[in-house]
């Protein structure tokens, strides 16, 4: 019986060894086969060919995706109703959105509306009407200028503070917002002028801010100690007005100062005397007023044309008989009748009344009260309210 179950047990090693030999030898074909096909590119491109045809009628059905035309990707600013809004930025640079129904019209002399709950050292600096769907420009102290849009400015109550610009803007806590311009687009033909307080102004193409980078970009070159102070639109048929805080004023032609580059420092506006300074810049329209307003709330509004357009750099004119009454001038702006103009105070507090409310009087008289000042307030600041409506109290 045991030699019975060795032979079958040798039988079955010779049958396993004769398959594992045929396993061998049939590897090693295919080896060389595929080292064949690997060794000569004519023949491997064939054998691809082959696959890929075999592949294809195998499997190959109805294409079951459609190719279209791309229709863009969705922008956010479709989503957004385009409307008018008032957007205010303070001095410690606070800055916020709300719907310019906001503030109510008042007669000449009321006590105004609070724009803002503020801390005790800070207030409303700039204010002005612009709408959700338009780029904002901010331009530094320092001659830089950002850029962000309208609706992203958060929205905020009339007695908010609002956000710091820092959460907006990638904005050094060095600089100091002096001026925002509302633009619709850059494909314009105008150009941005810029005044800084020590007389000096400077003019640029607006395509040259088309493309500002999150960081921001230089717009003028100031030297040691000197600030920009305003940005306004010009073209070739503009005026311009600086008005000092002494009291005196310059008109002058726009073509009067070349196109310069971002980076350049500008030319000599106004003669100033050793301790004035410019606080304003406007562009002169002749059927206007340039009304003007002092730190305690006196005011008035002068005929444009009573300001002669004279050569850049000279002293200019008298805008005011100034007194310790009246206080120096703290802003100016040019002005229809129709217009109204929103008055701002160091404690937040702001007056919105017609312009027709206030009295036209030549250049060397002394004003009216355009707003009753509380003690320790004063008036730091004018913006001008374009498109006028009866509009009711929030």
Do not use: W
Not at 120 to 130: A, H, M, P
């Amino acid at each position: 019986a045991t030699a019975v179950l060795d032979m079958r047990l040798r039988r079955l090693t010779n049958l396993e060894l004769e398959r594992l030999e045929a396993e061998y030898k049939k590897v090693m074909e295919e080896i060389a086969r595929l080292s064949g096909i690997l060794a000569d590119e004519t023949v491997l491109k064939t054998v691809i060919e082959e696959e890929i045809t075999a592949i294809r009628d195998t499997f190959g059905d109805q294409r079951r995706t459609e190719i279209v035309p791309d229709e863009g990707e969705l922008n956010i600013e479709d989503l957004i109703a385009e409307e008018e809004v008032v957007v205010t930025l303070t001095h410690h640079g606070y800055i916020k959105r709300l719907p310019s129904t906001t503030y109510r019209s008042q007669r000449r002399g009321g006590k105004g509306v609070t724009a803002m709950g503020t801390r005790e050292e800070d207030f409303v600096e700039n204010l002005f009407i612009t709408t959700t769907h338009h780029f904002l420009l901010f331009f530094t102290d320092k001659g830089k200028v950002y850029q962000s849009k309208v609706y992203e400015v958060p929205e905020a109550s009339r007695q908010a503070r609002g956000t710091n610009i820092i959460n907006l803007l990638n904005i050094s806590t060095r600089e100091k917002i002096t001026a925002v311009l509302a633009i619709k687009d850059f494909d314009d033909e105008r150009s941005l002028l810029f005044a800084t307080k020590n007389g000096i102004v400077k003019k640029t193409a607006l395509d040259q801010f088309l493309n500002i980078r999150k960081g921001g970009i230089q717009a003028i070159r100031l030297n040691d100690g000197d600030d920009l102070i305003g940005v306004r639109f010009v073209d070739e048929e503009s005026n311009i007005v600086l008005a000092s805080r002494g009291g005196n004023a310059i008109r002058f032609s726009s073509t009067d100062v070349r196109n310069m580059g971002r980076v350049t420092m500008g030319v000599k506006g106004i003669n100033l005397d050793s301790d004035d300074e410019v606080i304003a810049m406007e562009v002169a329209n002749d059927d206007a007023d340039l009304l003007v307003i002092t730190s305690n709330g006196f005011g008035k509004r002068t005929p444009i044309r009573e300001y002669r357009c004279q050569g850049r750099g000279g002293k200019g004119v008298l805008v005011m008989r100034r007194t310790e009454k009246t206080g120096p001038i703290a802003g100016v702006r040019m002005v229809r009748e129709g217009d109204d103009v929103m008055v701002i105070t160091i404690n937040g507090i702001i007056i919105r009344t017609s312009v027709s409310g206030i009295s036209q009087m030549s250049r060397t008289t002394q004003g009216v009260t355009i707003m009753r000042m509380d003690d320790g307030d004063e008036v730091v600041g004018l913006a001008k309210v374009v498109g006028t409506q009866e509009e009711a109290e929030i």
